[in-house]
């Protein structure tokens, strides 16, 4: 069979060969074989130093010294016993009241039976404690019943409802007796006198 070639179809065939091996080369040329492919360096970025905070630590505080609660009220009752078991529930309220706001102040010490228990030379601040030794138990047992009682109601928040008298730190008998004339003209030299429960003069610092 022969075939016959006109020259326009030889035009065409010759052209669409071009076009197939044009389109070969790029193709060819725009594939790149991945192992080929160029990789891109990214400048590294300055690292930016921020200053560590250091943590602050909380300053450590010691621990108060556990208080032997038995004892200070044991302190309590026999100072409001031994100074005012001849006297009502008031008056040993307010020798109660008294004897603990001592405590921790500038001028005495930071428990109650310090303050109790305190003495300045050949004197002290309850004049019982140079007398009868503080492990001695209370003689009248009704009486020391009633001074534990009040005792509690000191420790639990008890105060005068007369505001004038809570800045009281002092007493003395308002009659005098069991005080020295030196010690009485101090009381109204040095204090301010704020008025009496039951034999009690009361005073306050000036």
């Known amino acids: 069979m022969n075939i016959r070639i006109t020259s326009r179809g030889a035009a065409w065939a010759i052209l669409a060969v071009a076009l197939l091996s044009f389109g070969a080369v790029a193709l060819q040329g725009a594939y790149i074989h991945p192992k080929q492919e160029t990789t891109q360096v990214r400048p590294k970025k300055s690292a930016v130093k921020v200053p560590t905070q250091k943590k602050v630590e909380p300053a450590k505080q010691t621990p108060p010294a556990p208080t032997d609660m038995a004892k200070e009220f044991d302190c309590l009752a026999k100072n409001i016993y031994w100074e005012g078991h001849t006297q009502g529930l008031n008056g040993q309220r307010m020798?109660?009241?008294?004897?603990?706001?001592?405590?921790?102040?500038?001028?005495?010490?930071?428990?109650?039976?310090?303050?109790?228990?305190?003495?300045?030379?050949?004197t002290a601040q309850f004049s019982w404690t140079m007398q009868v030794s503080a492990k001695r138990a209370p003689l009248n047992r009704a009486k020391w019943l009633i001074a534990r009682e009040v005792a509690r109601e000191v420790l639990a928040g008890w105060q005068p409802t007369n505001p004038k008298f809570r800045c009281a730190r002092f007493y003395k008998r308002d009659d005098n007796k069991g005080v020295?004339?030196?010690?009485?003209?101090?009381?109204?030299?040095?204090?301010?006198?704020?008025?009496?429960?039951?034999?009690?003069?009361?005073?306050c610092a000036t």
């Not at 009241?97 to 050949?122: A, D, F, H, M």
């Not at 003209?185 to 009690?200: C, I, S, Y």
């Open 95 to 122: 020798i109660g009241y008294v004897t603990v706001k001592r405590k921790g102040e500038p001028s005495w010490p930071n428990t109650i039976c310090g303050v109790v228990l305190q003495k300045r030379g050949k």
């Open 180 to 203: 020295s004339q030196k010690n009485a003209d101090w009381f109204d030299r040095a204090l301010r006198k704020v008025g009496t429960v039951e034999d009690h003069a009361y005073y």
